[in-house]
C-alpha cells in the first residue's frame, strides 16, 4: 500500500493536483492540515480514500482536528500538530501517541519535513507542498509505503512545482 502525505498547502490546491499528478500511483491520500476551503475540490481529484484533518487556519472547517485510523497493522494519528505545540519539539506528540497505542503520527504545522523513526514509535511531516520554511524551500511531501511484509517505509519527495513565494513563503 502507497500512501501520499502532505500538508499546508493553505488554499493552493493546484499543488495537491500537481503533487497527485506527479506520484501517480497511490493508495490513499492523507493531508496534515491547513487545507484552507479544498477540502471538496482534493477529495473530488480521486477515487482513493482521503483522510484530512484541520489545521490552525482552517477556521470555517468541519475536519476533524485528529483522526486515529487503521491501516493494514498501523494505528496511525494524523493531526496537524499545533496542538501539540509541535513548533517546540514533538515531546507532547510523542507522549500522546504512547499513552493510545499509536505506532504512528503524521503531523503538519511547521512546514518543515520531518521523520524520526524509533521501535516503537514513526513521527513524520510531510513538510509544506505550498510554503516551505527549511532553507532550501523545496516543496515536499512524504511517501509512506507499506510492503507485502506490512513493514512500513518512509520517504520525502520533493514536488516539482514551483515554490510561491508569500507571508506564509519564509
Known amino acids: 500500500m502507497k500512501i501520499l502525505v502532505v500538508s499546508d498547502s493553505h488554499g493552493r490546491d493546484d499543488d495537491v493536483k500537481g503533487v497527485m499528478e506527479q506520484v501517480k500511483d497511490f493508495d490513499m491520500l492523507i493531508h496534515c492540515g491547513d487545507v484552507e476551503g479544498g477540502e471538496d475540490y482534493i477529495r473530488a481529484?480521486?477515487?482513493?480514500?482521503?483522510?484530512?484533518?484541520?489545521?490552525?487556519n482552517d477556521f470555517r472547517s468541519d475536519l476533524p482536528s485528529k483522526e486515529i485510523v487503521e491501516i493494514e497493522d498501523y494505528k496511525i494519528l494524523?493531526?496537524?500538530g499545533h496542538q501539540f505545540y509541535v513548533?517546540?519539539?514533538?515531546?507532547?506528540?510523542?507522549?500522546?501517541?504512547r499513552q493510545n497505542n499509536i505506532q504512528v503520527a503524521m503531523f503538519g504545522h511547521?512546514?518543515?519535513p520531518y521523520l524520526q523513526i524509533e521501535e516503537d514509535l514513526t513521527i513524520l511531516n510531510p513538510?509544506?507542498?505550498?510554503y516551505p520554511r527549511q532553507s532550501d524551500q523545496k516543496q515536499t511531501f512524504l511517501i509512506?509505503?507499506?510492503?507485502?511484509?506490512?513493514?512500513?517505509h518512509y520517504s520525502h519527495g520533493i514536488y516539482k512545482g514551483t515554490t510561491k513565494k508569500g507571508w506564509l513563503g519564509w
Do not use: Q, R, W
Open 87 to 97: 513548533n517546540f519539539g514533538v515531546g507532547n506528540l510523542e507522549d500522546y501517541c
Open 78 to 80: 494524523v493531526t496537524h
Open 110 to 112: 511547521t512546514h518543515k
Open 144 to 152: 509512506m509505503e507499506i510492503d507485502k511484509d506490512g513493514e512500513a
Open 127 to 130: 513538510g509544506s507542498i505550498s
Open 45 to 56: 481529484l480521486t477515487e482513493k480514500p482521503v483522510i484530512m484533518v484541520a489545521g490552525n
